[in-house]
Antibody, heavy 116, light 107 residues
Framework: QVTLKESGPGMLQPSKTLSLTCSFS??????????VSWIRQPSGKSLEWLAA???????YYNPSLKSRLTVSKNTSNTQVFLKITSVDIADTATYYC????????WGPGTMVTVSS | DIQMTQSPSFLSASVGDRVTINCKASQNINKYLNWYQQKLGEAPKRLIYNTNNLQTGIPSRFSGSGSGTDYTLTISSLQPEDFATYFC?????????FGSGTKLEIK
């Protein structure tokens, strides 16, 4: 059974660094071709793909945010992390992680509010 | 970036109706187009992948078609549980991009 779950700080102040964790089970990120992506969705709006990391450790970023994003994974290939630097109000959103380039399985999302 | 223009933004329909939702890409996406359903407060759920492949467990009243730049999601006979927001996603090239969404409401 494939499951993913995001975790994050809930709320943080502008200019800080947002750190998110995606913990998953039911598949291994060490499997050839496997990918985990991060996607976000401001309330009432559409979805934005942010970043991905694949089984080989290759990283992919949305150019619109690339300078602020860092995606990584743990050595046991059970968690993927995303850091976003210098957050502002526009980064307020629900953040999801999803499996594969086809986004076949998603976590429930974690809501992040940027506020002073 | 490939822009995905989704229409309509809102759709009001009745149980039993046949509805279509469209996504138009700004360039050829080679059928690398998925459709997702999202209910309030939930994560998106994949319905269709690569234009016309039905996700396991999704009812056959959902279907997808298209090629090149133009793609369509069809729901053949709306059921009460189908009232939700629908998004398309192109995964032909980076950055992956979503449509703006179609909110399907009960008439």
């Amino acid at each position: 059974q494939v499951t993913l779950k995001e975790s994050g700080p809930g709320m943080l102040q502008p200019s800080k660094t947002l750190s998110l964790t995606c913990s998953f089970s039911g598949f291994s990120l060490s499997t050839s071709g496997m990918v985990v992506s991060w996607i976000r969705q401001p309330s009432g709006k559409s979805l934005e793909w942010l970043a991905a990391i694949d089984w080989d450790g290759d990283k992919y970023y949305n150019p619109s945010l690339k300078s602020r994003l860092t995606v990584s994974k743990n050595t046991s290939n059970t968690q993927v992390f995303l850091k976003i630097t210098s957050v502002d109000i526009a980064d307020t959103a629900t953040y999801y992680c999803a499996r594969s380039w086809y986004f076949d399985f998603w976590g429930p999302g974690t809501m992040v509010t940027v506020s002073s | 970036d490939i822009q995905m223009t989704q229409s309509p933004s809102f759709l009001s329909a009745s149980v039993g109706d046949r509805v279509t939702i469209n996504c138009k890409a700004s360039q050829n996406i080679n059928k690398y187009l998925n459709w997702y359903q999202q209910k309030l407060g939930e994560a998106p759920k994949r319905l269709i992948y690569n234009t016309n492949n039905l996700q396991t467990g999704i009812p056959s009243r959902f279907s997808g078609s298209g090629s090149g730049t133009d793609y369509t999601l069809t729901i053949s006979s709306l059921q009460p549980e189908d009232f939700a927001t629908y998004f398309c996603l192109q995964h032909n090239s980076f950055p992956l991009t979503f449509g703006s969404g179609t909110k399907l409401e009960i008439k």
